[in-house]
């Protein structure tokens, strides 16, 4: 049997590829894992059947057989660690990688998200416009560690790995903000991840579900 994940039945990201079901398609899509889809809605995804798999009434799930698991890391590092093509065969190589998505999640994303936070929810505040800076340069002290240690390397540790593909899930989130192209390596790191086959096909694949939401 295939797994199953569940997306978003109307995504807010309007098909820009960043719903967090994303991630978890790149992934199946990497190790060459066929997957189904369960698409939800805001409101079941807050009745009791969605919260008995996700407790936070988010998405996405991942169901296989009579394993569940929320949260889109820890579904990404189950594929990674039962499908060969995300995790290196080197037990170092291999845990340097798992370290790199906890980097992702734990240490780039954080204030990834206070940005979002304070562009769509706090926007109206007064105090807003004195915060956002502070935030765009919070997340420029994390960009520029990051594009120092990514160097002129085309992945972050050798060969790409589900570190990249957290790494650069994340990244994505700024499209638009200008900020990742102050460091050209980033950028550059970013479009190669979107070139891989894996990542075409897992974006033509969400995409689809907002062309048909959008059409509906």
């Known amino acids: 049997m295939s797994p199953t994940i569940t997306a978003f039945k109307s995504s807010p990201d309007r098909g820009r590829g960043l719903a967090r079901d994303m991630r978890v398609r790149w992934a199946l899509e990497e190790v060459g894992q066929p997957y189904d889809v369960r698409l939800v809605s805001f409101t079941e995804m807050k009745e009791p059947a969605h919260l008995a798999l996700h407790p936070f009434g988010q998405i996405p799930t991942y169901e296989d057989g ?9 579904i990404v590092f189950q594929i990674a660690e039962r499908h060969a093509g995300l995790l290196p065969d080197d037990a170092n190589a291999r845990a340097r990688a798992v370290t790199w998505m906890f980097a992702a999640l734990s240490t780039v994303e954080p204030p990834i998200m206070d940005l979002q936070i304070a562009k769509l929810v706090e926007r109206d505040k007064t105090w807003s416009e004195q915060r956002l800076p502070l935030v765009e340069d919070r997340i420029r002290a994390r960009l520029g560690e990051l594009s120092n240690r990514l160097g002129d390397a085309d992945w972050l540790d050798g060969a790409f790995s589900a570190g990249d593909l957290m790494m650069v899930s994340v990244l994505q989130r700024l499209g638009g903000s200008g ?21 075409k096909r897992a974006f033509d694949a969400q995409y689809a579900v907002f062309l048909a939401a959008s059409s509906g």
């Open 66 to 74: 009579d394993l569940a698991l929320f949260e889109s890391g820890a």
């Open 179 to 199: 900020l990742v192209d102050e460091y050209p390596n980033l950028s550059a790191y970013i479009a190669r991840a979107e070139a891989r086959p894996a990542y």
